[in-house]
């Protein structure tokens, strides 16, 4: 079983910061791409930031020179650093984790629960 958990959401206001970090554990043997996906209402899911085991990047053009991703493979975590919010950027945060586990030779997506970032003054 694998567990995503996610941290760091909340209320922010306009040209604010947020820190959100994601911990991945159970039975894991390796993970591939770690990311951050958001959904704001009536909208869908849609990538904001991923990154693989070696450190390569790919960020959405919407938070590009805003959010910084970045991930320690020893803690299986990836924390994505939002400077300079925007009320466009209110949205239910998910992680996800491309996870290949103990015993098995296939790469599931997993998947946090979410966790709301609001900016709004």
């Known amino acids: 079983q694998v567990q995503l958990v996610e941290s760091g959401g909340g209320l922010v206001l306009p040209g604010g910061s947020l820190r959100l970090s994601c911990a991945a554990s159970?039975?894991?043997?390796?993970?591939?791409?770690m990311g951050w996906f958001r959904q704001a209402p009536g909208k869908e899911r849609e990538l904001v930031a991923t990154i693989t085991s070696g450190g390569g990047s790919n960020v959405a053009d919407s938070v590009k020179g805003r959010f910084t991703i970045s991930r320690d493979n020893a803690k299986n975590t990836v924390t994505l650093q939002m400077n300079s919010l925007k009320r466009e950027d209110t949205a239910v945060y998910y992680c996800?984790?491309?996870?290949?586990?103990?015993?098995?030779?296939?790469?599931?997506?997993?998947w946090g629960q979410g966790t709301q970032v609001t900016v709004s003054s």
């Open positions: 996800n984790a491309r996870i290949i586990r103990y015993g098995r030779y296939d790469v599931s997506d997993y």
């Open positions: 159970g039975s894991i043997f390796s993970i591939n791409a």
